[in-house]
């Protein structure tokens, strides 16, 4: 059982360890679903799209930490959908250890530290994270080969 009163929110300011540590997070978290959805882990690739994102978004990147140990992190940004000419909080880099789901963390964090209109990506082939996001309100509003694009509102 997870003590929530252990658990703190700490800001990333983009410096390399911060990004390494998000990077072993990002691998251990996801490598399952993304070899069931494309066939392969790609460590270059991943690195690389990593790397992109993580420029755009350090600024506001937490990482999740328990017992003073990075077990996740997130992101929050606001972005304008310029096809709607609205704004959504667009969420991130959104990945807990797997040894911290299932306590009620992940959907603890989207109640309360992520605004009720938001957005975010998961991967299409991923079970795991479809029931996860539906449970929290998320509906699917579009999708590609690869992702499927959710909303709250």
């Known amino acids: ?3 929530y009163n252990k658990l703190s929110l700490q800001l990333c300011f983009g410096l390399e ?3 390494q540590a998000l990077r072993q997070l990002h691998k251990v978290a996801m490598i399952d679903a993304v070899v069931k959805s494309i066939g392969e882990w790609n460590d ?10 993580f420029e755009k978004s350090f600024k506001s990147l937490t990482f999740i930490e328990y017992e003073n140990k ?23 880099h959104f ?9 009620g963390i992940g959907s603890w964090l989207l109640q309360n530290h992520v605004p009720r209109v938001s957005r975010l990506s ?9 029931r ?15 992702q499927n694009y959710a909303q709250r509102t």
Request: aromatic share 20%.
């Open 70 to 92: 990075i077990i996740g992190s997130i992101n929050v940004r606001e972005e304008l959908f310029e096809d709607e000419g609205r704004a959504f909080h667009y969420v991130e």
């Open 1 to 3: 059982m997870v003590d």
């Open 132 to 146: 996860f996001y539906a449970k929290n309100g998320f509906e699917v509003y579009t999708q590609d080969d690869y």
């Open 95 to 103: 990945y807990l250890y797997p040894e911290f789901q299932k306590y």
């Open 122 to 130: 998961y991967l299409k082939h991923d079970e795991k994270a479809s």
């Open 44 to 53: 270059e690739l991943q690195h690389k799209r990593l790397l992109k994102n």
């Open 17 to 19: 360890e911060e990004f």
